[in-house]
């Protein structure tokens, strides 16, 4: 049984996790296939994406085919070894099933974590599904589970594993999924980025007692950055706490440092009435970020030069198409969305927001959704009495998400039967220690709720039956 991160006691209408095999509408790969075939219309952004993931694991490092793939990747990313044999060669429906025993015999020794945006056929498995940070937490209401299989990227399992206890063993089953965009910010870049900061602003509080900068780390950062925000007086968040976490730094600062995501930080902090004339963007290759002292003593919100490559690749124009095909259509973006996007749409949150939207969306709604593809497409599968599709015509997944396939999976579970723990996810104490300082005052930091989205022609007397009523404080509608 698969249960929602935020609601572990819930059962949602998605029967993912049941035992049966994925729902072929749900699948992102089955529609890759279709479409290489010649059997469907449409159009990926790589051809190489219907290849097994260990394909290009014992290559040249890269982040692999779809939307990270030109992306550059640092040389010191993590590199996965050679999946064995048998599971390169098994079928779906023996890895399906391998993953199906394995668990059984395991039981509540392993519990498997799938974020929204993993493959159909790997969230079909999942014990929790949500997304990263409500899958670090749903991981702690398994004490008992000896293993954790964190389905998703490297950040990702990092957190789970500042967040388990020592005796639990928090596995990636593909070493190769990291992040483009939590790469573009590492700790060297961001440790000289401070010490220029500290010698344009000083170290003196001002009279109010706030200090003249505070970095703030989105979650999906190495366990590095969330230790140098931990030591510096500074806080994590999430797509769904963002202004609520900058409101907290503010209090506390005179500015904001926010990497790795400039769209996150830029969407926020535009939300709460900050003027883009005094959001900076921080170049790391370039002195002061490419900026003068004083356009750095006028910031208030600094942002670093990163991005998710999936989230950029949604534009205006996709949505003028969408709005002209559909007049009747509610268009939904994700924060980490370019500006222009999310200005331009209905509304704008977290995945988890996404997902309530439609949840309380009378039957009938229209939704074009500007997220990752694998969410979208099991979204429109779950909610058949409503037409959901992706913005992007475009089938272009996560490159690193998309590196956990089902043979991974079944790999590390199966280790786990034979008594031998693969790709095992540790962070150091000394950078787990401050990490963790930083998680706890996010923790602190509760998001204000804010109303569910309502589509064009919808009720708007309250939400669908058995739906949640609010959404995280980053949502927005328009």
Known sequence: MTTTADSPAVTPPDPTGSGLPPRAGASVHRTLDLIATGSTRGSSCSPDLTAGPWTFD????????????QDAIPASAPRQGALPEDYQRASDDELHERIRAAKETLGERVVVLGHFYQRDEVVAHADFVGDSFQLAKAARTRPEAEAI???GVHFMAETADLLSTEDQAVILPNLAAGCSMADMADLDSVADCWEQLEEVYGTAPDDAGRAPVIPVTYMNSSAALKGFVGEH???VCTSSNASSVLEWAFE???RVLFFPDQHLGRNTAKAMGIGLDRMPLWNPRKPLGGNTEEELRQARVLLWHGFCSVHRRFTVDQIAQARAEHPDVHVVVHPECPMPVVDAADSAGSTDFIVKAIQAAPDGSTFAIGTEINLVQRLAAQYPQHTIFCLDPVICPCSTMYRIHPGYLAWV???????????????PADVADPARVALERMLTVAPAA???PTPAGADASGPAAGATATAPATGTTR
């Open 233 to 235: 007086g500074g806080i």
């Open 252 to 254: 506390r600062g005179q």
């Open 450 to 452: 804010r109303p569910v």
């Open 58 to 69: 014992t290559g040249a490092p890269g982040y692999g085919p779809g939307a990270s793939q």
């Open 149 to 151: 299989v964190f389905c």
């Open 413 to 427: 579970l199966e280790s786990l039967v034979a008594g031998e723990v693969v790709n095992r996810i540790q962070v």
